[in-house]
């Protein structure tokens, strides 16, 4: 695996790709690597010739007050796991790398997608995450990414953001990575003490039965929400949202009709914010 501080060398390495017809798939990730992410390099393998994975800690996307100065950084572990992973370049940049000056040019999504859930409580966290891809897909300029499904909203937004701009770029989705007990894999659940990360897989177990009660029919979806939100609360989680709503645009769900939805949430236990959704 090569390693690319400088977008010159990066784009250096991979004009020489292009030039023996490699397809290019790109995996952001913003590092401290799981077995969610290095999932998505193995798919990615299965869309493309040369596989680059990014790490970069985006400021723009983080509010004053949340983890950007302790989110883990560990690129050297990171970087073997990508070689186990048959990752072929990793871009790694410094910010003043990725940003040499301030970023006064912004990508700002649709209020409809990045003011709702998410959104609400981390405004301008959409705007920071559809900048930086859309300055990595700039530098990579790739022919496929890939982007997990458990930040479902980023999901969305980044795939209607490819669409609107007619990027030639093929957004494909990786299923959420879980542990045994369901507690879905991200980067922050090392922030959990032993017993919050007991009790962290109740979210799932909470998203489950909405799941389960929907397809038996159920369709009091506030009725639904507030309890499960009430079991959290119950428990000493601090939860922002539970809610559900159309897969294709996080709108509220039609009383009637057989529109795909998606259940979702976010929840804080301890000091820790977890997010998760399954699809109904």
């Given amino acids: 695996m090569q390693v690319h501080e400088t977008i010159a060398g990066l784009r250096a390495a991979l004009k020489a790709a292009g030039q023996n017809g490699q397809h290019v798939v790109l995996v952001p990730t913003m590092g401290n690597l799981h077995e969610g992410h290095i999932t998505l390099m193995r798919q990615a393998r299965t869309h493309g010739d040369t596989i680059v994975a990014s790490i970069f800690v985006n400021r ?18 990171d970087c073997e796991k990508l070689v186990a992973a048959g ?67 980023q999901f969305m937004a980044l795939s209607a953001m490819v669409r609107q701009f007619a990027l030639p770029i093929e957004v494909i989705p990786g299923e959420t990575v879980r542990a045994d007990d369901g507690l879905a894999l991200s980067s922050r659940n090392g922030y959990l003490t032993p017993a919050e990360r007991a009790e962290a897989p109740r979210l799932h177990r909470c998203l489950a039965r909405i799941v389960a009660a929907v397809r038996a029919g159920n369709r009091d979806y506030a009725a639904l929400e507030a309890a499960a939100d009430a079991e959290l609360r119950a428990r000493g989680w601090s939860p922002d949202y539970v809610a559900v709503r159309r897969r294709i645009d996080l709108e509220l769900p039609p009383a009637e009709g057989k529109t795909p939805l998606v259940v979702l949430a976010a929840a804080r236990l301890g000091s820790t914010r977890l997010i998760d959704n399954l699809e109904i």
């Avoid at 723009?60 to 572990?77: H, I, N, S, V």
């Avoid at 859930?117 to 990414?145: D, I, N, S, W």
Wanted: aromatic residues 12%.
């Fill in 87 to 153: 990752v072929d370049h990793l871009f790694a940049p410094a910010e003043a790398e990725l940003y040499p000056e301030p970023q006064r040019y912004v990508v700002e999504p649709p209020p409809e997608h990045a003011n709702i859930l998410e959104g609400a409580f981390r405004p301008g966290h959409f705007r920071g995450v559809a900048t930086v891809v859309m300055k990595l897909f700039a530098v990579v300029q790739p022919q496929a990414a890939l982007f997990g499904k458990k930040d479902y909203q």
């Fill in 60 to 77: 723009l996307q983080f509010r004053p007050g949340e983890d950007f100065e302790r989110y883990p950084r560990t690129l050297a572990a």
